[in-house]
């Protein structure tokens, strides 16, 4: 039986209720374990206060270990006053002993529980209480479930937090106290490459659906935990329905000359790869749809993994675009995240609350190989997060654009490399360079526009200094003194030769 | 703070005599509602049991710590009032003593003299109970 919405009790904790599909199910006793420093302490206590700031739930804390001057010091870093709810009577802060703890369960007349009964609470933390009870498995049941009796009678939803070191790996048997709790909710510290990663884990959660998998969070200061549900975990059911681009309205891409090679521009909702070996104008190409897109007032995100923002600001002067002027506007807005030790969760949670604040309309995303080579192209986890990228952009109707290194600097063996995700993409515009006699020449050829009629004429382009890119016209008058592209074949192939001129019958 | 303004502090502090008493009056501070049996607390404190206890009725009785009334048990909740003295007396008292250098110095006012006469503290009130 689905659990009435008002049952369930919201952690306040970001990120969380949304993985636990709105809360936890009133009067649950939760399990929270993990080894040491996994987040436990921080994370119960957490609950309990935001339910006496949030919810107007006032909660009793029990400690073991820690003294309660310490707890209210450490969490007034994360920008809970813990002090303050007391002094409200909104929280009580109690240190015990886990003796008199277990006895004090056993009393039908408990002062701990009298003592929360005082200020109405519905939350209770114990920090400790479960796993160091008893010696043996059949007590540490039966004490387990003293203690889940005494809380339940009380009608208090109780986070009861466990210290496991076990749980660090994947293997082990399960604690018998898992099977008593109503919740269990899982705290890890992974290893990713040399990185450690935090990890949260809803193993079960008894009268409500919620979201499997391991999810990330992270613990911040002045703003306590934050988790970041799982790229890969399903999203909202409109993201899947809105995954289909606007077949009607065109975004056009600032480069003069591309727009009659794509159609008139990019469709809303597309995703298009801009795909070439580095220094061949990809970034160029992108600064020039977003300086388009502020020139028609839509607003436009770029996201860097490349290049901080002043640089991308002083590669956009060097053709001749001057963006700050829409960034203050707020219609455009830059912004770069290092893509060393990239957190994948965490990343892709900033970029959909990006969009959600700015609303784009255009987005840039450079680049994608950065991203290969953060992630790793063989596993799953880069081809999630782009499935997760694109289905946002969809869901948003923006018309994305994503820079992809190539590796190849002549020809093209395939039109995104070891990136084997062409399917998922509407357009790839391919850049080259073309080596014809003593110069490299720049040639643009649209591999792919999904829903549209295709020319596959390759073209030439130009980056002028501040001036920007174009593309050349298709025939090039004959006071040029350099033969145009039409001239040859085999352009993207390593080897172009001049084309036999054409009888005059065909001209 | 200067050894004269801590001294006119404890002063104004009934109940505090002994290294003791600032010390169990600091575990409180630190653990505002601790919820222990007698042996705990006695132990948490590292003082002879006579001292602890003395130490303990001495702060129940003047009003900074209240513990629970149910003699059949073995624990009680003890609650710290930091509002028993006016003006917040007793929280900056504590704010002082809960640091090292604060500690040693209220510790070396409440010191009795090694020739058997008052401790510091006292001996100024003495003095001025002579004089009226």
Redesign the interface.
């Known amino acids: 039986m689905a659990t009435l919405e008002s049952d369930l009790v919201k952690t306040g904790i970001s990120g969380l209720d949304a993985i636990l599909s709105g809360g936890i199910p009133r009067s649950n006793v939760i399990l929270l374990e993990g080894a040491i420093g996994t987040g436990k302490t921080t994370m119960g206590t957490e609950f309990v206060y935001r339910g006496a700031m949030e919810f107007g739930e006032p909660g009793i804390i029990v400690v073991f270990e820690t003294?309660?001057?310490?707890l209210a010091r450490d969490m007034a870093g994360l920008g809970c006053d813990l002090p303050e709810l007391?002094r409200q009577q909104r929280l009580?802060?109690?240190?015990?002993?886990r003796d008199?703890?277990r006895?004090?369960l056993q009393?039908a007349?408990s002062?701990?529980l009298e003592?929360a009964n005082k200020i109405g609470a519905r939350r209770i933390f114990v920090d400790g209480a479960a796993g160091e009870f008893a010696l043996e498995e059949h007590s540490s049941r039966e004490i387990f479930h003293i203690l889940a009796q005494g809380l339940q009678r009380e009608n208090l939803t109780a986070v009861l937090a466990l210290e496991a070191a076990a749980l660090n790996t994947n293997a082990g048997p399960s604690l018998h106290e898992e099977s008593i709790a109503d919740t269990v909710i899982r705290l890890r510290m992974e290893d990713s490459m040399r990185a450690t990663i935090r990890s949260i884990e809803i193993v079960k959660s008894r009268g409500h659906d919620f979201q499997m998998g391991r999810h990330s969070f992270r613990i911040i200061d002045k703003k306590g935990i934050e988790v970041y549900r799982r790229v890969q975990a399903p999203r909202k059911p409109s993201r899947d329905e809105a995954a289909a681009f606007d077949p009607s309205t065109r975004v056009s891409t600032g480069v003069p000359g591309l727009d009659e090679l794509v159609n008139g521009g990019y469709f809303l909702g597309s995703t298009t790869v801009l795909a070439g070996i580095s220094g061949v104008g990809k970034s160029v190409m992108a600064l020039h749809y977003i300086a388009e897109g502020a020139r028609l007032g839509e607003r436009s995100l770029l996201l860097s993994l490349d290049e901080q923002v002043p640089q991308v600001l002083r590669n956009a002067a060097s053709i001749g675009i001057d963006l700050q002027p829409a960034i203050d506007r707020g219609i455009v807005r830059l912004h770069y995240d290092a893509p060393q030790e990239i957190e994948i969760d965490h990343h892709f949670n900033k970029i959909e609350r990006m969009v959600e604040e700015i609303k784009p309309r255009r987005v840039v995303i450079d680049s994608l190989s950065t991203y290969g080579s953060a992630l790793g192209t063989e596993g799953r986890v880069f081809r999630d997060f782009f499935h997760a990228l694109i289905d946002l952009m969809k869901e948003h109707q923006i018309a994305a654009i994503y820079n992809h290194e190539n590796p190849e600097m002549f020809g093209m063996s395939s039109m995104m490399g070891e990136f084997a995700m062409s399917s998922l993409v509407d357009n790839i515009l391919l850049l080259n360079f073309v080596e014809l006699g003593d110069t490299l020449r720049l040639a643009l050829t649209v591999g792919k526009m999904r829903s549209n009629p295709v020319n596959r004429a390759s073209r030439e382009c130009e980056i002028v200094d501040r001036q920007g890119m174009r593309v050349l016209p298709r025939q090039v008058p004959f006071a040029v003194a350099k033969m145009a592209f039409s001239g040859y074949h085999g352009l993207i192939s390593r080897a172009p030769e001049r084309r036999p001129p054409r009888p005059e019958a065909e001209e | 703070m200067k050894v004269q303004d801590l001294r006119s502090m404890l002063d104004r502090m009934p109940g505090i005599r002994h290294a003791g008493d600032v010390d169990l009056l600091v575990f409180f501070y630190r653990h505002p509602r601790a919820l222990l049996t007698g042996e705990q607390l006695i132990a948490y404190l590292g003082y002879e049991r006579e001292q602890a206890v003395k130490s303990l009725e001495g702060l129940i009785e003047a009003g900074f710590v209240t513990r629970s009334q149910n003699p059949s048990r073995t624990a009680r909740l003890y609650v710290l009032q930091l509002d028993a003295l006016p003006d917040g007396l007793l929280s900056r008292f504590l704010e002082i003593a809960a640091m090292r250098q604060g500690r040693q110095d209220v510790i070396d006012l409440l010191k009795p003299e090694p020739d058997g006469a008052p401790a510091a503290r006292h001996r100024r009130r003495a003095s001025i109970a002579k004089v009226a």
Do not use: G, R
């Open positions: 003294s309660p001057d310490k007391e009580k802060v109690i240190y015990t002993t008199v703890f006895q004090e009393q007349d002062l701990l003592e």
